[in-house]
């Protein structure tokens, strides 16, 4: 059995570990994060031109937060949420609460909280999704979707909220539920494109690397 570890808690690096598991057997994928939880936490872009956005089987129960026919943007920390859970259920191991000291060729050290403390991990293939800072800061806020949006970058949530990007923090608007900031090219298109390359780099691994089933 081949060992992949995906290091990072963001939307590419859960996407890479649904489509591994999606087409490779014979395979333990093991994700490990610094954060205490996956999603749930910093809001990033939610707004979809379709959904589901990814495989339907990859997404946990959302319950209010799911998606429906008037929506144009899903909260992105739930949607992360419900990805982790979903690989909970398909098989991953995730370790959070823990940092990478070292990588070597073949396998990680790592430091964690608790009862993990010092150890190191073996792999077969690693993809490192750790974050880093890119593009230009939008501000994000939302607000409810009673009121009308600036004539901004905006997306409507099922949960009665529209999520709204700006290039600067608006002193327009007075009414903001929650704000946030966050790094990137457009945020229309952020979703997907992280979904997208999250499978990218996961594909360039396996196809060299990992047998794919035959049954997918």
């Given at each position: 059995?081949?060992?992949?570890?995906?290091?990072?808690?963001t939307l590419d690096?859960?996407?890479?570990?649904?489509?591994?598991?999606?087409?490779?057997?014979?395979?333990?994928?093991?994700?490990?994060?610094e954060t205490a939880?996956?999603?749930?936490?910093?809001?990033?872009?939610?707004?979809?031109?379709?959904?589901?956005?990814?495989?339907?089987?990859?997404?946990?129960?959302?319950?209010?937060?799911?998606?429906?026919?008037?929506?144009?943007?899903?909260?992105?920390?739930?949607?992360?949420?419900?990805?982790?859970?979903?690989?909970?259920?398909?098989?991953?191991?995730?370790?959070?609460?823990?940092?990478?000291?070292?990588?070597?060729?073949?396998?990680?050290?790592?430091?964690?909280?608790?009862?993990?403390?010092?150890?190191?991990?073996?792999?077969?293939?690693?993809?490192?999704?750790?974050?880093?800072?890119?593009?230009?800061?939008?501000?994000?806020?939302?607000?409810?979707?009673?009121?009308?949006?600036?004539?901004?970058?905006?997306?409507?949530?099922?949960?009665?909220?529209?999520?709204?990007?700006?290039?600067?923090?608006?002193?327009?608007?007075?009414?903001?539920?929650?704000?946030?900031?966050?790094?990137?090219?457009?945020?229309?298109n952020a979703l997907?494109?992280?979904?997208?390359?999250?499978?990218?780099?996961?594909?360039?691994?396996?196809?060299?690397?990992?047998?794919?089933?035959?049954?997918?």
């Amino acid at each position: 059995m081949k060992k992949v570890i995906v290091l990072g808690n963001t939307l590419d690096a859960l996407s890479a570990a649904h489509y591994i598991l999606d087409t490779c057997r014979n395979t333990e994928i093991q994700l490990i994060a610094e954060t205490a939880e996956i999603g749930l936490s910093a809001e990033a872009p939610g707004i979809f031109k379709k959904w589901p956005p990814c495989p339907n089987h990859w997404i946990s129960d959302m319950k209010s937060q799911t998606p429906n026919k008037e929506s144009t943007a899903v909260r992105r920390s739930w949607f992360e949420k419900a990805l982790a859970i979903q690989l909970s259920n398909r098989g991953c191991n995730i370790q959070l609460k823990t940092r990478v000291s070292t990588i070597t060729p073949d396998q990680i050290h790592v430091v964690g909280a608790g009862a993990i403390g010092t150890s190191t991990i073996h792999y077969d293939v690693i993809l490192d999704f750790r974050q880093h800072i890119i593009g230009p800061e939008w501000f994000g806020g939302i607000i409810s979707s009673r009121l009308e949006a600036p004539e901004e970058i905006s997306g409507i949530r099922s949960d009665g909220t529209t999520e709204v990007w700006i290039n600067q923090e608006s002193e327009h608007v007075n009414n903001w539920i929650q704000t946030t900031t966050w790094n990137g090219e457009d945020p229309r298109n952020a979703l997907i494109q992280d979904i997208e390359e999250g499978i990218f780099k996961a594909r360039s691994k396996v196809d060299t690397i990992i047998q794919p089933s035959d049954s997918r």
